[in-house]
């Protein structure tokens, strides 16, 4: 078996400062995303652990001007009615929040969980069902 990679602490710091970096995000760009890019990132997504190499999700990538406006419909119809549950300060504040980017967003990506997938051949899903 191959020796895993070995990230030096420059590595670790720069992986850290990322992750705080965007673990917030409430700007967004609305350039163009290069060709071949989303593609490229969602073949890397897939390589992540999984139970029992179960890979349970499923893309969709929502490119169709109609679709992406019926999304950005059905948020702001939730998020009319998650508002309705505050009032006074706490509404303010929530309705002064960044919550979504779907108007700028160049591309939608919707991502699913298959629980009835048959890769990894249900390894784990015999002790522990929710897998």
Known sequence: MDQPPAF???FRRKLRDLVMWRHDARRFRSTPVPAGLVRSLIELIVHAPSVGLSQPWRFVTVDDPARREAIAVNFRRANDRAMEGYEGE???RY???KLAGLQEAPVHVAVY???ETDAGAGLGVQTM???
Do not use: K, T, V, Y
């Open 90 to 92: 706490r509404r303010a």
């Open 95 to 97: 309705a002064g929040l």
């Open 8 to 10: 030096d602490l420059e």
């Open 129 to 131: 069902p929710e897998m």
């Open 113 to 115: 969980s298959d629980e």
